[in-house]
């Protein structure tokens, strides 16, 4: 079972920059995925790549704004974030989950870092 913790949150300007970390607990073949939560809202997808780093998917709302990257050597994951907004503003979570080339078959989000506060301010 992989452990995950995130970190590089904090308060930042509107219109400016953040690069969030996810370091796993061990290298792993998975797929890494951030979301993130608003209070009284619910979970939000952000984006999601392949074990080696390719990108699957992007949220609409992050297109052009947020890129994810991965070194798989260092267990590592990032989100770079940038002309973040008010509405960025959020707790982010990274998950990581099974997936099985052989069969294409993604087993689901099974493992959840405890997140990172995003405050973006005006």
């Known amino acids: 079972q992989v452990q995950l913790v995130e970190s590089g949150g904090g308060l930042v300007q509107a219109g400016g920059s953040l690069r969030l970390s996810c370091e796993a607990s061990s290298r792993t073949f998975y797929n890494m995925g951030w979301f993130r939560r608003v209070p009284g809202k619910e979970r939000e997808f952000v984006a999601s790549c392949t074990w080696n780093g390719d990108p699957l998917e992007t949220a609409d709302s992050v297109k052009g704004r947020f890129s994810m990257s991965r070194d798989h050597n260092k267990n590592t994951v990032y989100l770079e974030m940038n002309m973040l907004t008010s509405d960025d503003t959020a707790i982010y979570y990274c998950?990581?989950?099974?997936?099985?080339?052989?069969?294409?078959?993604?087993?689901?989000?099974?493992?959840w870092g405890q997140g990172t506060q995003v405050t973006v301010s005006s």
């Open positions: 998950a990581a989950g099974p997936y099985d080339t052989t069969s294409d078959t993604f087993r689901g989000w099974l493992y």
